[in-house]
């Protein structure tokens, strides 16, 4: 049965296999559902990364200039 999801196949090393394969045991799932988690988990890093850095970037561009608080802009 086709499935609507987009598949990645990935040729990884013999102790990146048996990494993967332990937290999936220690866990009880299957290697592709472990690889998933790690895989988001190092996507929502990089978000995190992303935007921090633009924070500090608007933080530093607003130096001297006028801030709003939190409850000015949404209270």
Same mark, same amino acid.
């Given at each position: 049965?086709? $499935? ?6 990935? $040729?990884? =090393? =013999? ?12 866990? /009880?799932?299957?290697? /592709? $559902? ?6 988001? +988990? ?5 978000? +995190? ?14 130096? /001297?200039?006028?801030?709003? $608080?939190?409850?000015?802009?949404? /209270?």
């Amino acid at each position: 049965m086709p $499935t609507a999801k987009n598949r990645i196949n990935l $040729t990884v =090393d =013999d102790d990146m296999y048996m990494l993967l394969a332990l937290v999936a045991e220690k866990k /009880g799932q299957n290697i /592709g $559902t472990v690889s998933l988690a790690l895989l988001k +988990d190092a996507l929502e890093v990089i978000e +995190d990364e992303y935007w921090s850095k633009e924070a500090e970037q608007r933080l530093k561009s607003m130096k /001297g200039k006028k801030k709003l $608080t939190h409850a000015e802009v949404w /209270g």
